[in-house]
């Protein structure tokens, strides 16, 4: 486990001086999002530091517009909606430079009343896939790398244009152009300096495939670090687009004719305090060690039951397109970007990049989906097949990702790996999530409707 970035007494320090007078004391909700309170500097060393502040436990059975949804057992009308507590994790204690005088702190979630940890909490949920790692003596590493898309237009206008007719940032694809990305160095230059100095270091940015499209990538970590980095950095990148009166989008899909955005997670196995990692075999198959082998098998084998955890909403799976840079099939290929796993790098380097996830994905659920899959595959000595050589996109002996919310729903419902992995009461929680966000879609009629039907039929 990385240690802070922002020690307990440089804090109180900086808090008594007056250097910090805020502290964010946040957790992640279902949809990876920062939930939490802004919490005075004196109040969070008199009351919080070594205790808790409480939310009200309906945030963890709301959609992305705060919709209280049925369905659930964990919290419902009937209960009260009752608080949990938000215990902070003084490890990921870190000073936000973009705002004034402010530090940030993640919480771990507890029951008010038995003091256990809410099961059904993101972090939680990763954290359950850690422990059942290391009672097989691995530890894991991850890293995900976020694409984004960049508008000349605030959030705010943006919303009264009704997100229709948007300036991308660049007028042509700057996919690792430097005279195009220099002109948006004024930006991106905040958040990677800004990044580094929130104790979320940065190894480099690049023009992505599409007008106005980014990548940002960060520093390979312990998947729970990994998380909790990456939902800052997506929570601090919009907040300095917004300071700088412009709009930055994480959505897999923001419009049909254009690239959409992923989150390709990659990951490895490493002995059980970090220092070696098991996945290179010099005279392996493939130089794949045992572990790599049942690691990717399981991902070959579980990816589709677990889909959902890549791709929550029904815009997910628009992202899925041939030729599109984001995967339709399920394959696995030595260094092949056409295929859902490519294996990359070497040594100690060796590890497997998932390109199935979009950047919508709550990091928290992917990362926990992937060791799921990884752990199954290495107790069940699954074997991941021979790559596949050529275009993933023709592929006629390949499984494909689901192509819809409601196929994602099914596979997720259906799935041994998931309930095993989760538990019953994690399993239900996370399916009713994907029920609800698909009945919710369906309360609205579209534009596309509108315009193909007001008229015609």
């Known amino acids: 486990m990385a240690t802070s970035p922002l020690e307990r007494n440089a ?4 808090i008594r001086s007056g250097e910090i007078d805020t502290v964010l004391v946040v957790f992640p909700d279902l949809q990876g999002r920062l939930m939490g309170k802004r919490v005075t500097g004196h109040y969070f060393l008199d009351h919080v530091i070594d205790g808790s502040v409480e939310a009200c436990n309906y945030l963890l059975t709301v959609d992305v517009d705060m919709n209280v949804l049925p369905g659930y057992e964990y919290a419902t009308w009937e209960k009260g909606y009752g608080d949990f507590s938000c215990r902070p994790d003084l490890a990921t204690l870190r000073r936000i430079p973009w705002l004034e005088a402010t530090a940030l702190v993640v919480c771990d979630l507890f029951d008010e009343e038995t003091g256990e940890p809410v099961e059904v909490a993101p972090r939680t949920i990763l954290r359950r896939q850690l422990e059942r790692a290391a009672a097989l003596g691995y530890s894991i590493k991850c890293g995900t790398e976020l694409e984004f898309i960049l508008f000349r237009q605030s959030y705010e206008e943006a919303a009264e244009a009704g997100y229709r007719g ?6 042509y694809i700057l996919d690792y152009h ?3 990305t220099t002109k948006d160095e004024y930006l991106i230059r905040q958040i990677r300096n ?3 100095g929130a104790g979320v270091p940065v190894e480099f940015s690049k023009g992505e495939a599409e007008h106005g499209q980014h990548e940002i990538n960060l520093y390979y970590a312990e998947a729970l670090e990994m998380a909790d980095r990456h939902t800052i950095y997506k929570n601090g990148v919009k907040e300095i687009a917004a300071l700088n009166g412009q709009a930055i989008t994480f959505m897999a899909k923001y419009a049909f004719d254009k690239v959409g955005s992923s989150c390709h997670i990659h ?3 490493w002995d059980a305090d970090g220092t070696t990692s098991l996945m290179w075999d010099e005279g392996g198959p493939h130089h794949m060690s045992e572990v790599f082998r049942g690691w990717l098998g399981g991902q070959m084998a579980a990816t589709r039951e677990l889909a959902w955890c890549y791709a929550p909403f029904v815009n ?11 995967p339709t099939a399920i394959g696995w290929g030595k260094d092949n970007r056409t295929l859902g796993l490519r294996v990359v ?4 380097g060796y590890r497997v990049e998932s390109r199935i996830p979009g950047a919508d994905a709550n990091p928290y659920l992917a990362l926990a989906a992937k060791i799921a899959a990884g ?3 290495i107790r069940n000595g699954l074997e991941p097949g021979d790559p596949y050589t050529g275009n993933g996109y023709e592929a006629e002996d390949l499984l494909r990702v689901p192509h819809t919310l409601v196929d994602a729903i099914e596979l997720l419902e259906g799935s041994s790996v998931a309930r095993e992995a989760f538990g019953e009461d994690v399993h239900k929680h996370l399916v009713n999530t994907a029920v609800q966000e698909w009945n919710e879609f369906n309360k609205y009629v579209t534009d596309w409707e509108v315009r193909r039907g007001f008229e015609r039929l």
Do not use: C, F
Request: no cysteine; net charge negative.
């Open 11 to 14: 804090l109180e320090e900086m």
């Open 166 to 171: 948007l300036t991308p940032q660049n007028d």
């Open 178 to 180: 430097i005279l195009q």
């Open 194 to 196: 800004g990044m580094d």
């Open 267 to 269: 990951s490895s196995v």
């Open 316 to 326: 997910s799976y628009k992202r899925y397109q041939p030729d599109s840079w984001a």
């Open 345 to 348: 790098s070497h040594g100690q």
């Open 375 to 377: 752990l199954h595959g």
